[in-house]
Each structure stands twice: as structure tokens, then as C-alpha cells.
């Protein structure tokens, strides 16, 4: 009778998990969603601009140029493994972040503390950067086909993008540039969550309530991809060198390459571009999430 009481239990506490995880998971999708074809346009001028940024003297120009040699659809070249990465990443770290939340929550840990969500992301983004690596390569590769510096030519489609990788690099070639991804993912994740979780609470703290929660998650998201992107722009510049180009550059040398080149600044090549798109893209990442969430909370778990 124990025995059964048990079991059943742990059922119970299995199945409660695995609908707070399902939970995480499918709002990340519809976030993923906003996320990708609202800032799109803006990851491909910056992806351009990091890998050939002695070719663009602006953002400005680069769109220019892009849209007068490619036309409009090349600004969503790429948003195919875009948004394939950005439903796997999302669901990997919405969902490790929610499940680490909860841990939190159940061992009575400090959940009050600023700088818990900050190690919370980190851990995220160590975990989901397995996960986004194999779709950042083909991404960064596809929105470069037309560059002539880029070793690729033609229209090339993704399909033929995953091909040549594997028929060249083989399986690890979908994993171009790891360390770099976790160098970029683990600093990102960890203010990206951070800074939401902070701001939202400030938020509410001076608004009194008089702010409706979707404001909230819009300016606090918007803001949070802003801060993630700032803590993160070097080694992404770094990372895109490293996953578009054949040859086995690592960090270190690809790192000297830039700065031969560019000086300091080759760095920061792009950062005016991610910080445009970052808050439309993650403001219309985070309302998704959340009102999905929330709307799946009352529908399915009954939580209100």
C-alpha cells in the first residue's frame, strides 16, 4: 500500500514536471517565431559586415547594397535554419531555464537574489549552445552566398549549404566554430536572462501596477537582448569569422586576423546592427513566450 502510495507519488510529480517543461517548449516556439522574422533582415547585415567589414563602410550601406544586387528576399536568406536553430535554442533554453527556476523554487534557495538569474543563464546558454551551433553554421553561411570572398558562389540553397559541409568536413562540420559558440552563448545567456528577470521585477516595483504585464515583457525583453548583445559582440564577431570560412581558423588566430585587420574596432563590427534588431526581436520574443505561457497555464494546467 506504501509501495503503491509511492509510486503513484512520483507519477504525479513526473507528470507536473513534464507539463511545466511542455509548458516552456511551446511558447518558446511562438516566441522563436516573432524572434526570427522580426530581426532577421537586421542578423544578415550584421553577419555580412562582420565577415567582409572592410566592404561596407555602414550599415546603411550595406542594406543598400544588399538590396540593389539581391533584392529583398536576400535579408530573409538564411531564416530557414534561423528559425530551425531558434526553435531548437529556444526550447533548450526556455526549457533548462525554467527547469533550473523551479529547482531553485523547490530547494528554497534565494530566489530574490539578483545574481541567481544571472548563473541560472549561464548555465543556459553553455546547455543550449550544443543545440544552436549546427544551425548558426548554415545560417552565417547562407547569408553570405553572394559574397565573393565568402569561397561560396551561386544561389546555393541550404540543402546544398548542409551538403557541401558534409561531403567536405564530414558530420563535424555542422559544429564549425564550438568553442567560439560557447565563448558568445555562455556571456549572452547569462545577462539575457539576468537582466529580464531584474528588470521585470524593477519594473513592477515602479510602475505600482499601473503597467500591464505584455509592456512589461516588451520594454524588459527588448532591453535584455540589447544587454546580452553587448556583453557578447566580440566573440560573435570572432564566431562568424570562424563558421563561414573552410579553412580551420581558432580562436586565438582568428582573433589576431581581426585585429591585424581592423584594429579594436573590427570587434565591434556589426554592433550598431545587433543593437537595432536586438529589441524589436527579443521584445517580440518575450511577450510571445510569456502570453503564451500564460494563456497554456490557464487552459492546460488550470493555474488560473
Not at 567589414?53 to 529583398?72: H, L, P, R, V
Not at 537582466?195 to 510602475?207: G, I, M, N, P, T
Not at 553587448?230 to 570560412?245: A, E, M, Y
Not at 586576423?257 to 574596432?265: D, T, V
Amino acid at each position: 500500500m506504501d509501495n503503491s502510495h509511492i509510486s503513484t507519488e512520483y507519477s504525479s510529480q513526473f507528470s507536473s514536471h513534464l507539463l511545466h517543461v511542455l509548458k516552456d517548449v511551446c511558447s518558446s516556439i511562438v516566441g522563436s517565431a516573432a524572434c526570427v522574422y522580426s530581426g532577421q533582415p537586421f542578423d544578415t547585415v550584421k553577419v555580412r559586415m562582420q565577415v567582409n567589414s572592410g566592404q561596407y563602410s555602414s550599415a546603411i550601406q550595406c542594406f543598400k547594397t544588399t538590396f540593389a544586387k539581391e533584392g529583398i528576399t536576400a535579408f530573409w536568406r538564411g531564416s530557414a535554419p534561423a528559425f530551425t536553430g531558434a526553435l531548437l535554442e529556444n526550447a533548450a533554453a526556455f526549457g533548462t531555464n525554467g527547469v533550473l527556476k523551479r529547482i531553485i523554487v523547490q530547494r528554497n534557495m534565494d530566489t530574490n537574489s539578483y545574481y541567481m538569474p544571472f548563473l541560472t543563464g549561464g548555465f543556459t546558454g553553455f546547455c543550449s549552445s550544443f543545440v544552436l551551433c549546427p544551425c548558426d553554421v548554415v545560417k552565417c553561411r547562407a547569408q553570405v552566398l553572394n559574397m565573393s570572398s565568402s569561397g561560396l558562389s551561386g544561389q546555393h540553397t541550404i540543402q546544398k549549404v548542409v551538403g557541401d559541409l558534409l561531403r567536405t568536413k564530414g558530420p563535424r562540420g555542422l559544429y564549425t566554430g564550438m568553442s567560439a559558440q560557447l565563448l558568445r552563448d555562455v556571456p549572452f545567456y547569462a545577462s539575457f536572462f539576468g537582466s529580464y528577470e531584474v528588470l521585470c521585477r524593477l519594473l513592477r516595483k515602479a510602475s505600482q501596477g499601473q503597467w500591464s504585464d505584455p509592456a512589461i515583457y516588451l520594454l524588459a525583453g527588448g532591453v535584455a537582448g540589447q544587454i546580452g548583445w553587448l556583453c557578447s559582440i566580440v566573440p560573435d564577431s570572432i564566431k562568424s569569422r570562424i563558421q563561414t570560412r573552410d579553412e580551420g581558423f581558432g580562436i586565438a588566430k582568428t582573433a589576431q586576423e581581426i585585429y591585424r585587420k581592423r584594429g579594436l574596432r573590427g570587434f565591434f563590427v556589426g554592433l550598431e546592427v545587433a543593437i537595432v534588431r536586438a529589441f524589436p526581436a527579443n521584445a517580440a520574443l518575450f511577450v510571445g513566450y510569456e502570453l503564451t505561457k500564460e494563456l497554456f497555464e490557464a487552459t492546460l494546467l488550470g493555474a488560473k
